[in-house]
């Protein structure tokens, strides 16, 4: 299996140095680890900075590479924060910057953080539902230099701010919003990750899920990464093995990894 999705201590929000996740990942199972560290540029009511010094980052990867070889694969790669007033800045940042693999995130809409529930008020469940998508939606347009999507449907994990669970949403009114960033992805060979994080939030499914899977696949697409989203050593590669189940399930024969942000296809009966 492949993490491609943790975060060590080159991202403001983890601790986790790197030979410790890379310790945790050969502990699970994971042949190949993806360092994803958070660049986003524009979060408002936050005291983190979600920056880090591309130099020192690559020249640490370079050492873990080397003690790390012929056990793991480590690449050097980002969660780049999408938003409409950095999409210059964003696209400097990966054309200055060698990177395998990038992730593209949303984490703000409106302007306003999910994670602190600034984003909520105000407004009842349907109503920041639909504005969520509608916001990936004009952004996957708008910006185009990343790899993959990342956790799509990542409001699931914040839905406590209007007293709901993702389970009484009927996500399918979504589709088609969700159809259209799908075929604009597609379009750009861009794809889409799962997202194994829900677990941790203890909300039990992955981001996103199946049926969402299922319609990305049906829409064409074929570019699929697998990710924790770990920010410390207890969840790299964890539950990472649900995550390939549902790449299983909803038909899929390979899972993709890559290298110099070129895809590569890995069939999952070979894992
Ligand atoms: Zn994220
Ligand atoms: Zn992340």
Redesign the pocket.
């Known amino acids: 299996m492949f993490d491609y ?1 943790v ?1 060590s201590l080159f ?1 403001a929000d983890s601790k986790m140095k790197l030979t410790e996740a890379c310790d945790a990942a050969i502990e699970a199972g994971v042949k190949e680890i993806a360092f ?1 560290e ?1 660049i986003d540029y524009f979060y408002p009511n936050c005291d983190l900075i979600f920056d880090f010094d591309y130099e020192d980052y690559a020249k640490a990867i370079d050492e873990v590479q080397e003690q790390y070889k012929n056990k793991l694969t480590v690449l050097k790669a980002v ?1 780049i924060g999408i938003h409409p007033f950095k999409h210059k800045e964003n696209s400097m940042f990966t054309k200055a910057n060698y990177f395998d693999f990038i ?1 593209g ?1 949303v984490h703000l809409a409106d302007d306003q953080d999910l994670h602190n529930g600034d984003f909520f008020k105000g407004k009842n469940v349907n109503e920041a539902v639909e504005n969520y998508f509608l916001t990936i939606n004009q952004y996957v347009k708008e910006f185009s230099d990343f790899n993959v999507l ?2 799509l449907t990542l409001i699931k994990r914040y839905l406590h701010f209007v007293n709901a669970h993702w389970t009484e949403v009927n996500w399918r009114n979504y589709n088609e919003i969700i159809e259209d960033t799908f075929k604009a992805l597609i379009e750009s060979e861009r794809g889409i990750e799962i ?1 194994m ?1 829900g677990y941790r939030y203890r909300i039990d499914c992955a981001l996103p899920d199946l049926p969402l899977i299922k319609l990305y696949k049906q829409c064409g697409g074929e570019v699929i990464t697998v990710g924790t ?1 770990a ?1 410390s050593k207890h969840f790299v590669g964890k539950h990472l093995d649900l995550g390939y189940d549902l790449l299983r399930q909803a038909g899929f024969k390979y899972v993709t990894t890559f290298r110099e942000r070129k895809p590569k296809f890995v069939l999952l009966s070979d894992l």
């Open positions: 999705h975060h991202s994803t958070h969660e992730i995130s990342g956790h997202n994080s989203d920010h």
